[in-house]
């Protein structure tokens, strides 16, 4: 049973430039959070998603950022116009139901030149 | 404002001996809590969790204690191996029901042979 894939693992990006970060779930999970860990950090959520729904997006920042899970295909983080804030370690995490243990990807490491 | 806090950065303990890692939160509603070990350029993975109802669960060589009138949690690993060495965070799902976790910033444990 494959675990929560991510790719690319590492991406660099120039800013300006369009970044997109995918996630498919564990098999059987229909619930992924994505979170980002900045340097020396914790992992901040980011936003909640169920299959073609946008559950919750309190962590999500108002511009440049957006996030979709469509029924068939991974789920993909999608940050516009990256600048070198941007630059951290994202992560993605499935669930069968909501409120239970996460299960966490490798991770995709932004790097913005 | 940090919800959920691991106030040491770091551990250094032998091995064989038991490593304590700390926790505390500030909000009372919390009834679910979790713990991860992250190695570098890796995802964290799941170790152990505990629910409110409980003040203890036992895990082999993990073991997470949960006292909720002092708002604190702690893992004990017990005996502590050189591959126990990582960033190990504490956890918290958010009460709203949505499943996000709330993580504390980290401790690195260091176990030296």
């Known amino acids: 049973n494959a675990g929560v894939m991510q790719n690319p693992r590492h991406l660099v990006r120039r800013r300006g430039q369009e970044a997109r970060l995918r996630c498919s779930p564990m098999k059987g999970h229909s619930h992924v959070y994505w979170y980002r860990q900045l340097p020396e950090e914790g992992l901040k959520f980011m936003v909640y998603l169920q299959k073609e729904n946008i559950i919750d997006e309190s962590g999500m920042p108002k511009e440049r950022f957006s996030a979709e899970f469509p029924k068939e295909g991974p789920s993909i983080l999608r940050i516009q116009q990256v600048v070198r804030g941007d630059s951290a370690a994202y992560f993605c995490?499935?669930?069968?139901?909501?409120?239970?243990?996460?299960?966490f990807g490798p991770g995709t490491r932004l790097l913005v030149l | 404002d940090q919800q959920v806090k691991q106030n040491s950065p770091s551990l250094s303990v032998q091995e064989g001996r038991i490593s304590i890692l700390n926790c505390d939160y500030t909000n009372s509603m919390f009834d679910y809590f979790l713990w991860y070990k992250k190695y570098p350029a890796e995802g964290p993975t799941f170790l152990i969790s505990i629910s409110s109802i409980k003040d203890k669960n036992e895990d082999g060589r993990f073991t997470v204690f949960l006292n909720k009138s002092a708002k604190h949690l702690s893992l004990h690993i017990v005996p502590s191996q050189p591959g126990d060495s990582a960033v190990y965070f504490c956890a918290a799902s958010d009460p709203g029901n949505t499943g996000k976790l709330i993580f504390g910033q980290g401790t690195t444990l260091q176990v030296k042979p």
């Open positions: 995490a499935s669930s069968q139901q909501g409120p239970e243990t996460q299960y």
